[in-house]
T-cell receptor, first 111, second 114 residues
């Protein structure tokens, strides 16, 4: 599995966009980028994933660079409830593989 | 609504006790995982299973075993609990699909060994 690198922590003002970066320079051609978040005292929750193209859903947008060596998760209008640890993971789409989490980015959204 | 259920939210056990942590999923997923989470260390994989009666060691299997007799249930066993096994334990399940292989997590069991 490709390793990922994320900043330890970030701050964001409520209502502003939160942009969380992730480096995955050793990603292979068939590996997807997945994002999860973990709100305090809860299990991690899936947010979004993508391969090459940018993706958007009701929770967030995912921007993947053309060389696929990095990506950015965007929360367009952060709220206090978005305060959480955000994990970036790369993995194959087909076949079995274990999920390997790093230490993630702790996002603090302030009023 | 999809669900992964862990049998206990909080658990206190004595050193040397045999401890069972139970996890049940209702999504007919093939894959199930057990993690532990400690401050500053993130989520670390203990064991995983990709089918009934199949199991594989994760990154930190020492001191643990698992059982998967039925597809929906994956149990984590601490044969002789020790204080360094005090932690948050998280169960997850996943299955390949046309829309992705996202994993679903339970709420976690906070185990304290005294």
């Amino acid at each position: 599995d490709a390793k990922t690198t994320q900043p330890t922590s970030m701050d964001c003002a409520e209502g502003r966009a939160a942009n969380l970066p992730c480096n995955h320079s050793t990603i292979s051609g068939n590996e997807y980028v997945y994002w999860y978040r973990q709100i305090h005292s809860q299990g991690p929750q899936y947010i979004i994933h993508g391969l090459k193209n940018n993706e958007t859903n009701e929770m967030a947008s995912l921007i993947i660079t053309e060389d696929r060596k990095s990506s950015t998760l965007i929360l367009p209008h952060a709220t206090l409830r978005d305060t959480a640890v955000y994990y970036c993971i790369v993995r194959w789409e087909t076949g079995f593989q274990k999920l390997v989490f790093g230490t993630g980015t702790r996002l603090l959204v302030s009023p | 609504d999809v669900k992964v259920t862990q049998s206990s939210r909080y658990l206190v056990k004595r050193t040397g006790e045999k401890v069972f942590l139970e996890c049940v999923q209702d999504m007919d997923h093939e894959n199930m995982f057990w993690y532990r989470q400690d401050p500053g260390l993130g989520l670390r994989l203990i064991y995983f299973s990709y089918d009934v009666k199949m199991k594989e060691k994760g990154d930190i299997p020492e001191g643990y075993s698992v059982s998967r007799e039925k597809k929906e249930r994956f149990s984590l066993i601490l044969e002789s609990a020790s204080t360094n096994q005090t932690s948050m334990y998280l169960c997850a399940s996943s299955s390949p699909s046309s829309t992705g292989t996202e994993a679903f997590f339970g709420q976690g069991t906070r185990l304290t060994v005294v």
